[in-house]
């Protein structure tokens, strides 16, 4: 109706339109660029030789580079048709003869139609993407007005998971809970959030962040702790984090699954209040379970006694090494030093004598001291 009105058509048809326009994008730059960098052209010996004869005799005919470099004539025209393709050699009219230009002058000619190609492309699917706009947020405002039909939604797709985290956040007014492991961070999934978040606190939403432990010592993700407390998120480590986390106000829940897909996670959003509300306390639990983050503590400050005894309990239950260093948040490798350290600290002389001296963590606590 209103989009009749205005002219920008109907879902639908824009739908098709971004589809098409994505789908011959590589056709249409293909055909607007020039030969050089299509596939088939073969740069061989002689085409080098060629071009560097040109180079020092200035200009050339096919006769004199074919009689100094003791090659058939048409092997030489085949050659200048290859540099002519790539702008590295022009005819000169005005004395019938061939004339080396240089790689930077050729690079500038052929680059210039390529790049207004694409700029052209872009500036397109931007129209497309924009006139868009409109429908995606009347959809996302359906959704949050009619959750009752819709209470859990599992995506895949990368645009719509960062569509549903970007309207979760938005619409953000009081509090933002996130929770992230360490195999999280590694995503791209991470650094979108991650600037919502921070959109969030410049608005002045509560927010609270809960890494592992094992984020506190990791080299490229403390820097992120650091950031997000001088930000002003209060953030706290902790043991066991599996599954990446977001719960805004007490409207909606992101919960990660493993799946294939973006990042290979899969998302649920959910829109039932009372599952919202169960995940906010479990939330709770894990914040009340955690250690706050001190900028200033060193590498894994007063957590690594923790560290150490979630592992042994891991070992005990016969979890596979995989296992527990995806639930604690380190690589393999250093999994294995750190049981290594646990197993001359007990003195145990085998993994198995290691897990079960878990049975009686405080004990190990004491003899850490």
Known sequence: ?????????????????VDRATDDLEDSLENSLPLPVRPGHDIDDLTIRVYEWTLSRHTVTVAEVATWLDVPASAVERSMRVLRDLRLMRYCASRAT???????????????PLEQAIHDKHDQLSRIHQALRPFTDSFMTFQRA????????????????????????????????????????????FSHVMGLVRDALRRGVQTRIVYPHTARSHATIRPHLQRDAADGALVRTCNELSD???????????????????????????????????????????????KEFDA?????????DEVKITILRMLAAGLKDEVI??????????????????MEELGANSRFQAGVAAANAELYRDRLR
């Open 98 to 112: 061939m004339i080396a230009v240089s790689p930077e002058t050729a690079q500038l000619e052929l680059a210039l």
């Open 296 to 304: 200033g503590d060193r590498a894994y400050g007063d957590t690594l």
């Open 1 to 17: 109706m209103t989009a009749a009105r205005t002219g920008t058509g109907s879902p639908t048809e824009y739908a098709t339109r």
């Open 325 to 342: 260093a995806r639930r604690v948040g380190i690589a393999p490798r250093t999994l294995r030093r750190h049981i290594a350290t646990i």
């Open 146 to 189: 009619r959750p009752h039909r819709q209470s859990v939604v599992v995506v895949r797709d990368r645009a719509e998971i960062e569509a549903r985290l970007a309207d979760a956040a938005r619409h953000c007014t009081t509090e933002m809970f996130v929770v992230w492991p360490v195999h999280m961070c590694e995503t791209p999934l």
């Open 244 to 290: 990446f986390l977001v719960i805004a106000d007490r409207q909606v829940a992101l919960l990660q699954h493993h799946a294939a897909g973006y990042g290979n996670v899969e998302i649920s959003g959910i829109y039932e209040p009372r599952v919202v509300n169960h995940l906010r306390h479990v939330y709770e639990n894990i914040w009340q379970s955690g």
